[in-house]
């Protein structure tokens, strides 16, 4: 069965950086579309980035753009989320999720949570001013 497992959240200051992790096990996700989701207290869960399994290409949210970087290490089946100059208002719960096996998604379909059958449990990631 399809599991993805999330680290690497935790306390960092305003400006600082963090790298999570998702390592995937039992399934091939190195042709699956991948994406990071987050969702703060008392707000939906919203879309961060997104990554196609046959390009390698990416998008992000405009509010993480620029600062936020997704990469794949297909050998180890692990997703990254690479997050600098960090904010308070980056203050979630991390989720990696993968899409159905040889799905091609676009750039707007990727940022839909529906599109993501397969989701890890999350990882705290807090932002202090």
């Known amino acids: 069965q399809a599991q993805l497992v999330e680290s690497g959240g935790g306390l960092v200051q305003a400006g600082g950086s963090l790298r999570l992790s998702c390592a995937a096990s039992?399934?091939?996700?190195?042709?699956?579309?991948m994406g990071w989701f987050r969702q703060a207290p008392g707000k939906e869960r919203e879309f961060v980035a997104g990554?196609?399994?046959?390009?390698?290409?990416?998008s992000y949210a405009d509010s993480v753009r620029g600062r936020f970087t997704t990469y794949r290490d297909n050998a180890t089946n692990t997703l990254y989320l690479e997050m600098g100059g960090l904010k308070t208002e980056d203050t979630a719960v991390y989720y990696c999720?993968?899409?159905?096996?040889?799905?091609?998604?676009?750039?707007?379909?990727?940022?839909?949570?529906?599109?993501?059958?397969?989701w890890g449990q999350g990882t705290q990631v807090t932002v202090s001013s």
């Open positions: 039992g399934d091939t996700f190195s042709r699956r579309p």
């Open positions: 990554l196609n399994w046959r390009t390698g290409g990416t």
């Open positions: 999720a993968a899409g159905v096996l040889g799905a091609l998604l676009g750039v707007s379909t990727r940022s839909r949570a529906r599109n993501y059958p397969v």
